[in-house]
């Protein structure tokens, strides 16, 4: 601050200085009025002058005169200048310059008559009054000044005790304690209080003390205590009141001392009017919160040792120890602890309804601390009820009850009571809060909680109704909106009321069902989601949140161990109860434990759903939410530690699933949303849950081990499948199913499920198959597809048609945007187009009445066209373009659309089933003991059943005429064979048979059934054998990539075409009638256009024989080979493809043995390693061996007798003579071949592993053959022979390349050409020998060799890289096959070539090898001789010659050959084999001979040039196709042989191009 007072007016102070600060102190003085900054200038004027007198600066007496001067301009300023001198005063005094000293005080002296004594005295230090000579001696004034305080502050006058003025007191408890029912106010008893305490001069905080002890005493006088104690405080100070309050408390904090409810009563309604504030009085009560948190905080440890204590397993001895230490502790505890005051001013707010009071003491402890005494809970408990009586009396009370109404609270203060919903969001729920688990206490006023609940959720659903239906008229409707806005905003308040009371408190309470069943009332309610949410905090959170709960799950955990550790089958009731009564309380917990318990042990599952009948509604939901809390489980395993099966806990899981929910009435949708989830998210494990669920509750088993019977059975309609179709009886499933469906379609669950499935069953080898075992993505493949096809079946049998079809898109949609596989996309849509038909057939019925069938079938026809139109048109985009070619979409459809039901009238299933009930009636009639009554009752069953059953036939016969009446007119649109019959064939084996016969076994059998049908109908362009011939020859490719369940399938598809096989080869009669003329049979594929067809174009009895030879033989081959690769999936799989076709194959014993032999092997070899698939050889096996007694030798499978070969030798008159002649029955059957082989061909071209399995199948064949071979002319003879051979058959496919006839068919006949040359050359190798025999070599035919060989090399290049892959495969193959087989396969070669005139080379490759006569070593020498001179084929001319000398000499070879053989054959096997051996050696051997190869064997045969070996392995294969063999052959020929084929090996690729294009001319 500047300084007021200059320096120079202190150098001038006589001159100037003097009147300036005069008149500056005057300004300052004038200006007092306008601010308080006048006052303080002042003051610093005045000081600053002082310490200018102290600094010597000016003189004492020049300043006391100013002073003097100035001190009239203030009133005040004596007052200042004595501040002044205090201030300077200590600062002098702490200076330490003597002389300032002594200037301040000659200035206080000279100032003396300004400033008053007293005013001094007052500021100045004892001191400097001595000095200034004011007082005699400092220490005396002080002691003085004390005594004087202390008389003034702390001596009493009066001690105001009753005594004192007992009669003042008397009269003013007479006055308070007085009758106060007549017209006495408060006012006027206060004019007499204040009177007494004038009178008595009584203390009036004492008055007010004795006041509040008679409000005590008469509470019910609140009206007249409140007003008086208000007025009376106008007289005393605020703090008053409180403070007797709080002394009051104080007297009973005592460790013995109760404080009395009284003085709680009168503190709280003081509180309530305001008349002491909360936190004044708070201070004074006892507890501190401190304290009380710290007891909380023991509670929650206290109760964790007991869970620690229920959860050890403590041993017997040490229990007693335990126990007694327990009793100790409780005893001590039951001591009475110290009174809460808190909590007793607390009850009291409760009980006169200050809730905002009561509330503020609640928040300053710990949760749910003050409601967990009881009385409070209950005080609290009491105010709800009266809060919420009228709203409760108005909605909440149920039909027929009275229920005792509640008196609402006197005074006005209170909570207003609720009249709406909105009301209770503002007090009860808050209220409810603070209850928290305590409102158990009070079991009533939960029940009115939860039925307001009920009413206000019944009241948010016809509000919604109310919106839904308004919305659309009043758009604009604001009032509308708030409605919604506000029930939200309570439901949320309901949920979180659930959360943390309603729940808490059932935890709470003593097993009480009612209470359960109640919150159900209000529970069923609210969407799933919202219950599991809430079930979820229940068990997860809200038992960790109170000491309390906290022990009753441990002791809940306690008791379910005790009962689960007792739980039998037989003790089922008293458990069941037992577990009911636990789980009333708390069913989260105890379900938790029981499930843990199932999951480790499955034999647990049948006595746990039994016992689970004693529970509440309330608890089997709170069932469903834990078990879909147990599969979701993140820290469980779904697959074993093998990795290759599912958990055990997940199925046992599933199968406790299935039953308990078949059971009881459990909501379904949250499991239901659960798998779909899952599978959303790639996952397919949890299907099994599905799977189980569908099963128990509909009834619908998939098992792969049905018998053919049930499956017969599940070809007819419903009553017949549930009676013969299932293994167990299907009881009782109606409600469980109808709940199923119920859940599905509520929550639009169906469909996505299908989809779902569908999309997932790819995706379980792409997505999920990554790195687990191949096994468990075969499993899991399995399931996904059975669950697929079982829920599939669920939804056809239970849902109306009007469902079905709304849920399920068409078939394009499902195919193209939901990217279903076609196979399950029609199974989804079969059912759809089934109740279409029916429903447009009933409509077209009721149109127009004819009964006439012929009507009837008319409208079926015209119905099946309405409903199928959109879908022919819908298929097109499912595939190329292309395929159309073949099959017309119209035949896809249909083969996709029709089911077993259609097609075949299960009649025998029907018999079976009425036989059996026929039976039952029967044994019902004749048993004794039943009363009438019941056999009445059993009979009236059966004959209900067995009408129905016989109405369902008829139903089903006239249904299936009407079907094939349909097809008759449709198949000739069906194929379409642009390209090629053969092409067709393929087009419907890979997009109908294949897909469709692996899908379902019923469909399996469906597939072998339209085959036959197909067949049947005699539909053009549809080669039966063809179709035949590329199931049976090529089992390898398909059974590898099955699933087990998939192999399964296949192996039933496959049993049921041989048995329709089996029954065409079993008898000549049957096969002319069934095959005879149909066009299935023909043997000439021409083009597609050409109306042929005599008899010779069809295949006879006896070489359609062959023909099943071979078919068994392939599948023997095809047998062996996946036996041999040591390929998990490659041997179990056809290990259960030969169990199911066990009833028709293996026939032929050989093959049999084979078989047998090398499944033998695969027992040994398996029996450590891989015991599932030992079991399964294991099983196979033992059949096996059942069945040999029933196996044919091969003579007797496929055997021509005289009159037959007569029969082949009048067909032959037909066939091709030479290079010249027109095709026909020969070259057709050859074709025939080529269009079944066409399809290895392509995969020849494709892979190589292909050719293998081929040239196995090549190798194999010898070995079968070689028992019922011809003997063969000289080795010498075939090789001249092969070689005109050649040139003669090139010059015959120029030829014919040539002739108009060259159709598709022919083409195609020409790509597989390479198959065929051997078997061919054989035939016409033998030809040529016979007629040499008779006819002299001419010199056109030695140019016709020559024109050919120009021929073939033209060729050359066409055929390069076909025959160099088959070459390399070959020779792959030649390496594993035993040198065992090579050489018979060279000994039959040779033989072939002697056969072939004599043999029709009819059935081409379709044949298997067949018994020939054998020609007499005389003839061959003779032979051989003609042979040598001549080089040239025969021509046709002389073909009937030759076959009548063969049968001439056939009669000779006979008696001969048998003699002759032997020797030869053993020699030639010593040479070629290393091995010694009878005649009997070089019969029949099967494929499976391979172990017995030797290594020396092996080594000789690889030496051989891989020419040769890739030779022979062809030739091997056009043996097989040729078909015959010979018993036993010259050691002669076998050198020849030998000798050619090196020659052979030699030319190498141009010989085998020659075999491939005069094959083609062929």
């Not at 003597?98 to 300004?114: E, G, I």
């Not at 015991?1171 to 021509?1200: C, T, V, W």
């Not at 003779?1422 to 001439?1448: A, F, G």
Request: a positive charge; hydrophobic letters at 30%; charged letters at 30%.
């Amino acid at each position: 601050m500047a300084a007021l007072l200059p320096a120079e007016w202190i150098k001038n102070w006589e001159k100037g200085g003097k009147n300036e600060f005069v008149q500056l102190c005057r300004v300052l003085s004038e200006n007092r009025s306008h601010d308080s900054m006048g006052f303080r200038d002042i003051q610093q004027a005045l000081y600053e002058l002082a310490y200018h007198v102290v600094r010597g600066n000016l003189k004492h007496d020049q300043a006391s005169n100013v002073l003097g001067d100035v001190i009239e301009f203030r009133e005040d300023m004596p007052s200042i200048l004595a501040d002044v001198f205090c201030i300077l005063d200590i600062e002098t005094s702490c200076l330490e310059e003597k002389s300032k000293r002594d200037h301040f005080t000659q200035l206080v002296l000279a100032c003396l008559y300004l400033v008053s004594d007293t005013v001094l005295k007052e500021r100045l230090d004892p001191e400097t009054l001595e000095s200034l000579g004011l007082i005699k001696q400092s220490q005396q004034f002080n002691q003085k000044s004390v005594k004087i305080k202390t008389k003034l502050f702390y001596k009493q006058q009066k001690f105001n005790l009753l005594r004192e003025e007992n009669e003042g007191y008397a009269k003013l408890i007479a006055e308070l304690g007085q009758d106060l029912s007549g017209n006495i106010t408060s006012d006027l008893i206060l004019e007499n209080i204040k009177s007494l305490i004038g009178c008595f001069n009584l203390d009036p905080n004492r008055v007010l003390d004795i006041i509040l002890e008679v409000y005590e005493c008469r509470p019910e006088y609140d009206d007249f205590f409140v007003p008086l104690i208000e007025s009376y405080m106008y007289m005393c100070e605020p703090q008053t009141l409180c403070h007797i309050l709080g002394f009051k408390f104080k007297f009973y904090q005592d460790p013995s001392g109760e404080t009395p409810s009284s003085l709680y009563r009168v503190a709280a309604v003081l509180l309530q009017h305001n008349l002491i504030d909360l936190e004044d009085l708070y201070v004074h009560l006892l507890p501190g919160d401190n304290a009380i948190i710290e007891e909380h905080k023991r509670e929650i440890v206290e109760a964790k040792q007991i869970v620690r204590k229920l959860t050890m397993v403590v041993l017997s001895s040490e229990k007693t120890e335990e126990k007694e230490k327990e009793k100790e502790k409780e005893e001590e505890k039951t001591e009475k602890p110290p009174d809460n005051q808190k909590l007793g001013l607390l009850e009291a707010l409760l009980k006169i309804g200050d809730w905002q009071h009561a509330q503020s003491i609640m928040d300053q402890m710990p949760p749910f601390y003050a409601t967990s005494h009881k009385p409070i809970a209950i005080a609290l408990c009491q105010l709800v009820h009266v809060t919420i009586e009228p709203l409760y009396r108005r909605v909440g009370v149920p039909k027929g009850a009275k229920g005792s109404p509640v008196s609402s609270l006197p005074n006005k203060r209170a909570p207003k009571q609720a009249d709406s919903f909105e009301d209770l969001r503002k007090e009860v729920f808050n209220m409810l809060c603070y209850l928290g688990p305590h409102l158990s206490h009070d079991p009533i006023l939960f029940a009115k909680v939860v039925r307001l609940g009920k009413a206000f959720m019944k009241e948010v659903g016809t509000m919604k109704k109310f919106v839904s239906d308004r919305v659309v008229k009043f758009q604009s409707d604001g009032s509308k909106q708030e409605d919604k806005e506000k029930m939200e905003i309570l439901f949320s308040c309901l949920l979180s009321i659930t959360d943390q009371v309603l729940l808490p408190s059932l935890s709470l309470m003593d097993c009480n069902a009612c209470m359960s069943e109640e919150l159900w009332g209000m529970f069923k309610t609210f969407p799933y989601q919202y219950r599991y949410r809430l079930y979820g905090q229940w068990k997860n959170e809200t038992y960790n949140s109170h000491p309390l709960l906290v022990k009753v799950k441990a002791q809940t955990i306690d008791r379910a161990k005790y009962i689960m550790k007792r739980l039998t089958k037989e003790n089922v009731k008293p458990s069941g109860r037992q577990i009911g009564k636990l789980s009333h309380s708390n069913p989260t917990i105890l379900f938790d434990y029981i499930l843990s318990q199932i999951q480790k042990y499955d034999n647990l599952i049948t006595p746990v759903v039994d016992s689970l009948k004693y529970l509440t509604s309330l608890n089997y939901d709170v069932l469903a939410y834990c078990i879909i809390e147990a599969l979701a489980n993140p820290e469980k395993e779904r697959m074993k530690h093998d990795d290759t099966t599912i958990s055990s806990w997940l199925q046992s899981l599933a199968s406790f699933c299935g039953a308990v929910f078949r059971k009881y009435p459990i909501e379904l949708a949250g499991l239901l949303q659960y798998v779909a989830n899952q599978l959303k998210a790639g996952k397919s494990f949890d299907l099994l849950i599905l799977k189980e669920v569908v099963q128990k509750m509909a009834g619908i088993e998939i098992t792969e081990e049905m018998t053919m019977e049930q499956l017969e059975a599940m070809t007819g309609g419903e009553q017949l499948k549930a009676e013969g179709g299932y293994f167990g009886q299907i009881r009782n499933t109606k409600k469980s199913s109808q709940r199923l469906k119920d859940a599905l379609l509520d929550h639009d669950l169906a469909l996505p499920l299908c989809l779902l499935m569908a999309q997932q069953r790819n995706g379980v080898i792409f997505q999920e198959g990554g790195e687990k075992h191949l096994k468990l993505v075969g499993k899991l493949y399995d399931q996904c597809h059975d669950t697929l096809v079982q829920f599939g079946g669920f939804l056809a049998s239970n849902l109306s048609t009007e469902d079905y079809i709304k849920r399920v898109p068409s078939i394009d949609v499902l195919c193209n945007e939901f990217h279903t596989p076609h196979d399950a996309a029609f199974f989804l849509s079969r059912p759809m187009y089934a109740h279409h038909i029916s429903s447009k057939y009933d409509e077209l019925k009721k149109a127009e009445k004819g009964n006439k069938q012929q009507h009837k079938v008319h409208k079926y026809i015209t119905s099946c066209e309405l409903v199928m139109a959109p879908v022919h048109d819908a298929v097109i985009s499912l595939h190329l373009p292309k395929v159309w070619d073949d099959i017309s979409p119209q035949f896809y459809a249909t083969f996709w659309s029709l089911t077993m039901y259609d097609l075949a009238v299960p009649h025998s299933s029907y018999d079976r089933e009425v036989n059996k009930l026929k039976v039952q009636m029967k044994a019902i009639d004749d048993n004794q003991e039943m009363p009438p009554n019941k056999k009445k009752k059993e009979k009236e069953r059966c004959t209900a059943l067995q009408d129905k059953l016989l109405e369902e036939e008829k139903k089903q016969l006239e249904h299936v005429q009407r079907v094939l009446q349909r097809l008759k007119l449709e198949k000739d649109n069906w194929l379409l064979a642009k390209s090629t019959k053969n092409e067709t064939i393929t087009k419907f084996l890979q997009l109908c048979i294949f897909p469709r016969c692996i899908f379902s076994a019923i469909d399996a059998v469906y597939c072998a059934h339209f085959v036959e049908l197909v067949h049947q109908q005699k539909t053009p362009n549809f080669s039966t054998l063809l179709c035949y011939d590329r199931v049976f020859s090529d089992i390898i490719y398909t059974v590898a990539s099955c699933t087990e369940n998939e192999a399964s399938r296949y192996g039933r598809f496959l049993c049921c075409m041989l048995e329709t096989v089996t029954r065409w080869h079993s008898d000549r009669v049957i096969y002319e009638k069934e095959c005879g003329n149909y066009p299935g049979f023909l043997t000439i594929l021409r083009a597609t256009g050409f109306d042929g067809g005599n008899k010779a174009d069809q295949l006879d009895y006896e070489n359609f024989r062959h023909v099943v030879h071979k078919w068994h033989y392939k599948l023997t081959k095809a047998s062996v080979h996946c036996l041999e690769t040591g390929e998990y999936t490659h041997i179990r799989n056809i290990l259960i493809v030969l169990t199911k076709i066990l009833p028709w194959y293996p026939k032929v014993l050989n093959l049999g043995q084979a078989l047998e032999r090398r499944v033998h092997k695969i027992c040994q070899e398996e029996k450590e390693k891989r015991p599932d698939l030992y079991a399964l050889a294991m099983g196979y096996s033992g059949q096996l061996k059942s069945r040999k007694p029933f196996m044919i030798p091969e003579n007797e499978f496929h055997h021509k007798d005289p009159p037959a070969r007569n029969a082949v030798a009048a067909t032959v008159q037909n066939g091709p003579g030479g290079a010249g002649m027109p095709t026909s029955l020969t070259i057709n059957t050859v074709r025939l071949e080529e269009g079944t082989t066409e399809e290895t061909d392509k995969l020849k071209e494709k892979s190589q592993g292909v050719v293998k399995v081929i040239n196995k199948a090549v190798n194999a064949t010898p070995k079968v053959t070689t028992s019922n071979g011809n003997s063969a002319s000289n080795s010498k003879i075939i090789k001249e022979k092969d070689d005109k051979e050649k040139s003669g058959k090139e010059k015959d496919k120029e030829k014919k390349d040539k002739t108009p006839a060259a159709t598709p068919e022919m083409k195609a006949l020409g790509k597989d050409g390479k198959d065929k040359p051997k078997e061919e050359r054989a035939n016409k190798e033998e030809k040529a020998r016979e007629i040499k025999e008779k006819t002299p070599k001419s010199d056109k035919e030695k140019e016709k060799v020559k024109k050919e060989e120009k021929a073939s090399k033209e060729e050359k290049s066409k055929t390069v890289v076909t025959i160099v892959e088959s070459k390399s495969t070959a020779e792959k193959e030649r390496e594993k096959e035993p040198s065992r087989e090579r050489d018979v396969a060279k000994e039959i070669k040779s033989k072939e070539n002697a056969k072939g005139a004599e043999k029709m080379p009819v059935a081409g490759s379709l044949k298997s090898p067949v018994p020939r006569s054998e020609t007499s070593e005389s003839e061959r020498e003779q032979k051989r001789r003609k042979v040598d001179t001549h080089s040239s084929p025969s021509h046709s001319s002389t073909v009937k010659d030759n076959i009548n000398e063969l049968k001439d000499s056939s009669a000779k070879d006979h008696s001969n050959s048998d003699r002759e053989v032997p020797q030869d054959s053993t020699k030639r096997r010593k040479e070629e084999n290393g091995t010694t051996g009878s005649s009997k050696h070089s019969k029949s051997e099967s494929p499976s001979d391979s172990p017995r190869l030797n290594e020396k064997e092996k080594e000789k045969n690889k030496s051989k040039s891989s020419g040769k070996e890739k030779g022979d392995s062809i030739k091997a294969e056009k043996m097989e196709k040729s078909s015959s063999g010979s018993k036993k052959e010259s050691r002669h020929d076998k050198e020849k042989t030998e000798k050619k084929e090196k020659r052979d090996s030699t030319g190498g690729k141009e010989e085998k191009k020659h075999h491939k294009s005069s094959d083609k001319h062929r």
